[in-house]
């Protein structure tokens, strides 16, 4: 079997959302948009609703639809980019809860599914997702079950657009009776005035920065397919982009960037043998990395690329990216298995 295997550590996920709620005295969320970041959506959100999570965020009503299946009536389900034209079935048939992000998806969803759960998404400043605080009223809110936005800089605590966003955020939704959300993982850190009444962590569940003290959710195993002997001169892989300066072992990894192990990481990446680094050679292939194995004395049946000697931010960081891409690239042809 060439199949590289990612192993998800099911208790890891439930103690990083148990350590996010701990910081606060609100609700926390859970975030499992893109596949349950990469990790696979169904059995993430099973993990989530076991460790006590009642709502959960996704991007998309289709993503909403696989996590409602997953779940099983009860838990709430939102999904951040609102009620789109021809979601209205979806969102029906399946509980969904759209956080609507502009006078059009206010009139479009008043008019496909009146009475239907919605929530409100502002603009606080990040000029993504949200009503304009021109385009926004307190009138609107009086039905919804959430009025949410999102911090643009939250990873950098010192950064002046949290205190703008949160002053914004207040200018629109002081004296509000609905629930309020402003805070992800980021935001979940920066203290109580971020909390308001439910936190919606993503990344920080996965094991990702900012949140430092996360355990580590993922390993990354790949089968050594072949290794061999280069002479000083000879090269290895795609541009000839790696050559040989000594008698140098070479061991053929199956896993390459059609799996998430980006172009990016070419030359730079560290797979490990037990506690022994062994740096990539060359560039990365779609199905195959080439790794400089010679210092090792055995070679062994599989090369590790994330676990406990480098976590995802700390690959994200050889690729020049960030921890959220490396897991959500993670691709499907993995043997995923729970540990
Ligand atoms: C992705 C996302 C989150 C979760 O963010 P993390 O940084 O992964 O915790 C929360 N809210 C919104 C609106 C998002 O898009």
Not at 71 to 82: A, H, K
Request: hydrophobic fraction near 45%; charge should be negative.
């Amino acid at each position: 079997m060439a199949t590289g295997t990612l192993s998800i550590d099911q208790s890891a996920i439930a103690a990083n959302w148990r350590a996010l709620d701990a910081q606060t005295h609100v609700e926390t969320a859970a975030v499992v948009k893109a596949d349950g970041y990469g990790l696979g959506a169904g059995l993430v959100s099973e993990t989530l609703a076991k460790a006590g999570a009642r709502q959960f965020f996704v991007a998309v009503a289709e993503e909403g639809v696989a996590v409602r299946k997953a779940l099983g009536p009860g838990p709430v389900i939102n999904v951040f980019s609102g009620h789109m034209a021809g979601d209205a079935a979806a969102l029906r048939d399946h509980d969904l809860t759209p956080m609507l992000n502009a006078p059009e998806q206010l009139t479009r969803h008043r008019e496909a599914l009146p009475g239907h759960a919605f929530g409100l998404q502002l603009d606080s400043g990040m000029n993504r997702l949200g009503f304009e605080p021109e385009d926004f009223s307190a009138d609107m809110a009086t039905e919804a079950t959430l009025v949410m936005s999102h911090l643009a800089c939250a990873d950098e605590p010192d950064h002046a657009a949290n205190a703008s966003q949160l002053k914004a955020f207040r200018a629109m939704t002081d004296g509000l009776s609905c629930p309020k959300s402003l805070a992800a993982t980021g935001g979940t850190l920066l203290g109580k005035d971020f909390h308001f009444d439910l936190t919606r962590p993503g990344v920080g569940l996965y094991g990702g920065l900012p949140f430092s003290q996360a355990k580590p959710v993922v390993t990354l195993d790949l089968p050594v397919i072949q290794t061999r002997l280069l002479q000083p001169g000879e090269t290895a892989g795609y541009a000839c982009a790696f050559t040989a300066t000594k008698p140098t072992k070479i061991a053929t990894v199956s896993a390459g960037y059609a799996d998430g192990l980006i172009r990016a990481m070419s030359g730079t990446a560290t797979l490990y043998a037990g506690d022994i680094a062994v740096p990539l050679a060359g560039r990365v292939s779609m199905d195959l990395l080439t790794v400089d194995v010679t210092a090792l004395d055995h070679v062994p049946e599989t090369l590790q690329i994330l676990g406990p000697h480098q976590t995802v931010d700390q690959l994200a960081e050889a690729a020049g990216t960030i921890g959220y891409e490396i897991l959500t690239s993670l691709g499907g042809r993995y043997t995923r298995v729970l540990a």
